[in-house]
């Protein structure tokens, strides 16, 4: 597994040392994984969730929610009634 | 107290809800430094519902199924108002601006809730000792974790700290806990009760679910919680029966189903194994029945839940990146400032074994591993669940040993992620199926609590709490 490319996919930052350890842990879970390699699937329809009995969708009606402002309380940085984040342009 | 007398007694003016409030809070005042079963307590939100309660008890207005009963809720449920922290430093001041439905359901039926309880990060964990705010203690064993992720509920319920709580499950998170600490613990079928609320952790495996005292305490909170929630489209629209009157349904000639590859188990500690016997023992002279049946997918369940249960991981906690909550790193300006206060808010603020499993879930995820990991496993989840279809079509239930050793050590596992996932053998399957399972308590081993664990078909809860409202009526006291 390369593990610095997996990481900059997951966006986290590993220090070397929390890398090598991941690296050992990572290693022994896939090998315990591959035991699924010697099961015979083919033909087999993957199955992604329980089948749900009668999931209906709702009417696409606009309904009272919390307002933008209880939105914007846990903010780290707002502005205008926006998320203020670090600028990437220019 | 059970819920049914906290009820009555509130209507018959015996008691208070604000004075069975105030003695919970009390009681966790005194008690829960040692326990730390909880992160957050709410009291003034307790005493203002509770004081609701009082209110329509003096004027002689009928009470609601849960009036006065204090909870506690796992901390991976939103609390409108109250701080929520899935036991993470990532959110260590988030405080949602909404309610979980379950949550939600448990107050419009007067529950009181107390506090939020501790667990494992974003419920990543089987020991409650992945919470960013320290373990939690078993009340029964100190030196002993109380399971996870829901530990802090399982403990607040097992020493009295709450007379429910909720908890969540997505790979035995209810029922490990609620077998270590020596309570009930229910997982429903999955659909069968809202995830709306519910800090998403795996979509397709993640339940939310009762710890309680007994099965018709659990059947009263379950009654409460169940059924469709427009805002969660994986909700069944299925009728939820009364739980409480199906309690006491006959279980002669129920037929149990004994799944020899996991009774052969070498992981099985001979106290746990002979507990689950005793328990089946006692059944059996009730008038069920066993009957040998085979899960030959069984031991695959692991491998097939690391594989996706961190896969749907990855994707949920991409959310988690300083921009709109939570913790945000300040890093230096510059053209890579916002990639880079994504990397270091994550690096801060999860734990290890968060970052384990999303990178897992990462790689199984990635080009040219998708098939080999992800697929694959999908293709075994479909294969155990047609190996459970199977053994219904010959028994009612099926029972196994709900963990293969009682609660273990704190820090004895710590060490080896892998050792603590094999723990999970006997849980994770029902979660894979979607099928709904209960813990029980059937005595000790080594002097700590043993759990056995029925699982029935989809929507099948009311056999479950009928069986085990009858067992404990059969069980000797523990």
Same mark, same amino acid.
């Given at each position: 597994?390369?593990l610095?490319a997996i990481a900059q996919l997951a966006q986290l930052d590993l220090?070397?040392?929390?890398?090598?350890?991941m690296?050992?842990?990572?290693?022994?879970?896939?090998?315990?994984?591959?035991?699924?390699?010697?099961?015979?699937?083919?033909?087999?329809?993957?199955?992604?969730?329980?089948?749900?009995?009668?999931?209906?969708?709702?009417?696409?009606?606009?309904?009272?929610?919390?307002?933008?402002?209880?939105?914007?309380?846990n903010a780290p940085?707002?502005?205008?009634?926006?998320f203020?984040v670090p600028?990437i342009?220019? | 107290?059970?819920?049914?007398?906290?009820?009555?007694?509130?209507?018959?003016?015996?008691?208070? &809800?604000?004075?069975?409030?105030?003695?919970? #809070?009390?009681?966790?005042?005194?008690?829960?430094?040692?326990?730390?079963?909880?992160?957050?307590?709410?009291?003034?939100? %307790?005493?203002?519902?509770?004081?609701?309660?009082?209110?329509?008890?003096?004027?002689?207005?009928?009470?609601?199924?849960?009036?006065?009963?204090?909870? &506690?809720?796992?901390?991976v449920?939103?609390?409108?108002?109250?701080?929520?922290?899935c036991g993470s430093r990532i959110l260590?001041?988030y405080?949602?601006?909404?309610?979980?439905?379950?949550?939600?359901?448990?107050?419009? +039926?007067? =529950?009181?809730?107390?506090?939020?309880?501790?667990?494992?990060e974003f419920a990543m964990?089987?020991?409650?000792?992945?919470?960013?705010?320290?373990?939690?203690?078993?009340?029964?064993?100190?030196?002993?974790?109380?399971?996870?992720?829901?530990?802090?509920?399982? +403990?607040?319920?097992?020493?009295?700290? %709450?007379?429910?709580?909720?908890?969540?499950?997505t790979?035995?998170?209810?029922?490990?806990?609620?077998?270590?600490?020596?309570?009930?613990? #229910?997982?429903?079928?999955?659909?069968?009760?809202?995830r709306?609320?519910l800090a998403a952790f795996a979509s397709s495996l993640d339940?939310?679910?009762?710890? =309680?005292?007994?099965?018709?305490?659990?059947?009263?909170?379950?009654?409460?919680?169940?059924?469709?929630?427009?805002?969660? +489209?994986?909700?069944?629209?299925?009728?939820?029966?009364?739980?409480?009157?199906?309690?006491?349904?006959?279980?002669?000639?129920?037929?149990?189903?004994?799944?020899?590859?996991?009774?052969?188990?070498?992981?099985?500690?001979?106290?746990? +194994?002979?507990?689950?016997?005793? &328990?089946?023992?006692?059944?059996?002279?009730?008038?069920?029945?066993?009957?040998?049946?085979?899960?030959?997918?069984?031991?695959?369940?692991?491998?097939?839940?690391?594989v996706l249960a961190t896969a749907e991981a990855s994707s949920n906690l991409a959310r988690y990146d300083g921009v709109r909550y939570g913790l945000r790193a300040?890093?230096?300006?510059?053209?890579?400032?916002l990639a880079d206060m994504y990397r270091q808010t994550r690096d801060q603020g999860f734990g290890a074994e968060v970052k384990r499993r999303i990178l897992l879930g990462t790689y199984v995820l990635s080009a040219?591993y998708y098939?080999?990991?992800y697929?694959?496993?999908?293709?075994?989840?479909?294969?155990?669940?047609?190996?459970?279809?199977?053994?219904?079509?010959?028994?009612?239930?099926?029972?196994?040993?709900?963990?293969?050793?009682?609660?273990?050590?704190?820090?004895?596992?710590?060490?080896?992620?892998?050792?603590?996932?094999?723990?999970?053998?006997?849980?994770?399957?029902?979660?894979?199926?979607?099928?709904?399972?209960?813990?029980?308590?059937?005595?000790?081993?080594?002097?700590?609590?043993?759990?056995?664990?029925?699982?029935?078909?989809?929507?099948?809860?009311?056999?479950?709490?009928?069986?085990?409202?009858?067992?404990?009526?059969?069980?000797? &006291?523990?």
């Amino acid at each position: 597994m390369n593990l610095a490319a997996i990481a900059q996919l997951a966006q986290l930052d590993l220090t070397p040392a929390e890398a090598e350890a991941m690296q050992r842990d990572l290693q022994a879970i896939l090998d315990y994984i591959a035991q699924l390699q010697q099961i015979e699937t083919s033909g087999v329809e993957p199955m992604a969730q329980a089948l749900v009995a009668d999931t209906p969708l709702r009417a696409d009606t606009v309904q009272p929610w919390f307002s933008a402002e209880e939105a914007l309380a846990n903010a780290p940085a707002q502005r205008d009634g926006m998320f203020e984040v670090p600028k990437i342009l220019g | 107290m059970t819920i049914e007398q906290i009820r009555t007694a509130i209507a018959e003016r015996h008691a208070t &809800a604000t004075g069975l409030a105030e003695q919970c #809070l009390q009681k966790i005042a005194s008690g829960d430094g040692e326990v730390h079963a909880y992160l957050t307590l709410c009291r003034e939100r %307790a005493l203002a519902q509770a004081a609701r309660m009082d209110a329509l008890a003096e004027r002689g207005d009928p009470l609601p199924p849960l009036a006065g009963v204090p909870v &506690a809720v796992k901390d991976v449920l939103s609390t409108r108002g109250v701080r929520t922290t899935c036991g993470s430093r990532i959110l260590e001041s988030y405080v949602p601006p909404f309610d979980a439905t379950a949550v939600a359901r448990l107050e419009a +039926a007067g =529950a009181v809730v107390v506090g939020k309880t501790n667990c494992d990060e974003f419920a990543m964990g089987s020991s409650t000792e992945n919470s960013a705010y320290g373990p939690t203690r078993n009340p029964r064993a100190l030196d002993r974790v109380p399971g996870g992720s829901s530990g802090g509920s399982a +403990a607040a319920v097992a020493a009295g700290l %709450a007379v429910a709580a909720l908890g969540t499950d997505t790979g035995g998170s209810i029922r490990q806990p609620a077998a270590f600490c020596g309570i009930v613990g #229910l997982l429903p079928t999955y659909g069968r009760v809202s995830r709306f609320g519910l800090a998403a952790f795996a979509s397709s495996l993640d339940h939310v679910g009762p710890l =309680a005292n007994s099965a018709e305490d659990a059947a009263r909170v379950l009654q409460a919680i169940a059924g469709r929630d427009p805002l969660d +489209a994986t909700s069944a629209a299925v009728a939820v029966p009364d739980y409480v009157a199906g309690l006491e349904q006959p279980v002669q000639g129920l037929r149990i189903g004994v799944p020899k590859e996991v009774f052969g188990h070498p992981g099985i500690a001979p106290g746990v +194994a002979a507990a689950v016997r005793a &328990a089946l023992a006692a059944l059996e002279r009730a008038g069920c029945r066993m009957v040998e049946i085979s899960l030959p997918r069984n031991d695959a369940a692991i491998a097939v839940y690391y594989v996706l249960a961190t896969a749907e991981a990855s994707s949920n906690l991409a959310r988690y990146d300083g921009v709109r909550y939570g913790l945000r790193a300040r890093p230096a300006a510059g053209a890579d400032a916002l990639a880079d206060m994504y990397r270091q808010t994550r690096d801060q603020g999860f734990g290890a074994e968060v970052k384990r499993r999303i990178l897992l879930g990462t790689y199984v995820l990635s080009a040219g591993y998708y098939d080999a990991y992800y697929r694959k496993a999908q293709q075994v989840r479909a294969l155990l669940s047609q190996d459970f279809q199977r053994a219904f079509q010959a028994v009612d239930l099926i029972c196994t040993p709900t963990t293969p050793t009682p609660a273990f050590k704190l820090g004895e596992k710590s060490a080896n992620p892998l050792e603590l996932y094999l723990a999970d053998i006997f849980t994770v399957p029902a979660d894979l199926a979607g099928l709904p399972a209960i813990s029980l308590p059937c005595g000790r081993a080594e002097g700590l609590p043993v759990g056995v664990q029925f699982i029935a078909p989809a929507f099948e809860e009311g056999r479950l709490l009928a069986l085990a409202h009858h067992y404990e009526r059969l069980r000797p &006291a523990t």
